[in-house]
């Protein structure tokens, strides 16, 4: 049996009957890695021995991490040369749950610097390749964390999920990604993107597991004065009542002129579906959609431009070797260390912030935050959940889109809402083009109701088959 097939809930079962150990789990990872990595390139850090010493001493599961949350003594760079050889003298609260349940931590996962991006192409250790097709992105900025889970070189991981960098490469991989709300998941140690947005999230291989996960990563922290101190539900157990007269959303903004027929289709067959398992679908409009890009794009590298303000060369990383004086160290550690979309995020969010913009960007881009936010309270007080597609498109070629960032941003249409928003997004598969592309489909929720979002996807995911697709690599 290939152990690193299996979702993590079918191995607990295995493990509980004493059929297989964790170090037998551990090994059939290795082997997928050893074989598919060279292709893919979904993971950065990654140390066979440590591995191994960890399932001896460890009995949990294995788990891969996106390479922006810190684990103690082990690389964390964000992808980034400016954190070149940065080991962070802590960990993330995240690991320290996950380590309280004895996971065994397999190493980092490959993501956009910074977690910039849409596509794992800004990455500083080269681009990951989806696994249905190398000749494609795998989504971003969690590409690699999304595609080692697809291809079968992890049980599950963690990524980030800032603007859709979660669901969207979940949806392009057909994996299940989940948000949580804002405040469900603590951040601390996870490196700052844009702090009123950044989330946790998990990349898993079905609904169930992403309940697990969920479980064990969330909860208040005194870290994380934005944690919010609610009680966790068993999100496990109760993902498995039926869906019966929840009424549901399909908001008209999201069905946009120019997106790929194949998805639309699939997405509208997955309503159909929903609505033959007993849920009530009805349309509906979130009319300040059309102003999510543009307010992201201001509210993200704003607060972008001030959390990367700490890389200077002085405390972490990379130092530049060729400057005189301190001043010249800031600029040159600078210039050499980011990437060129760090660097255009850091100008753009400077340039919003300066005084005499302040008020036309910045202040104007968070009062139509308001209004993003309002339009889904509003929705919510009718409807369970809204249904999307998570992309407007399949995932594109490598290079497609690398001369063109407008483009590129705007991958993240049907994603960016939820962020501005706080709410909770999960993305699963619904589906798959003509030329084998996985199909995402999205379930929003109201904030704190992730269990409502998880038991629609559940139930979906039991009358379908999208998610036992296995890709061919
Ligand atoms: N793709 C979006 C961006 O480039 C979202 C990234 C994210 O969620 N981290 O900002």
Known sequence: MELNRLSAHELMGLLDKGDISHVDICNSIIDSIDKKDKSLNAIVNFDKG??????????????????????????????????????PPYN???????????????????MDEFAFGSSTETSCYGTTKNPWDLERIPGGSSGGSAACVAADEAIWALGSDTGGSVRQPAGLCGVVGLKPTYGRVSRYGLIAFASSLDQIGTLTKDTEDAAILLKIISGHDPMDSTSVDRPVPDYAKLIKKDIKGLKLGIPKEYFIEGMDKEVKQSVLDAIKKLESLGAACENISLPHTEYAVAVYYLVATAEASSNLARFDGVQYGLRSSQAKGVIDMHKKTRGEGFGDEAKRRIILGAFA??????????????KVRTLIKKDFEDAFKKYDAIITPTSPTPAFKIGEKTEDPLTMYLCDIFTISANLAGIPGVSMPCGFTKSNLPVGLQILGKAFDEETILRIAYNYEQGTEWSKRKPGI
């Open 92 to 110: 993330a609260t995240v690991i320290e749950k996950l380590l309280n349940r004895n996971a065994i931590l397999m190493g980092k996962t490959n």
């Open 50 to 87: 440590k591995v191994l010493e960890r399932a001896n001493a460890q009995k949990g599961l294995p788990v891969f991490i996106k390479d922006n949350i810190c684990v103690k003594d082990e690389l964390t760079t964000c992808s980034s040369n400016i954190l070149k050889g940065f080991r």
């Open 353 to 366: 912030l300066s005084s005499g913009y302040y008020d036309a960007y910045y202040l104007r881009a968070l």
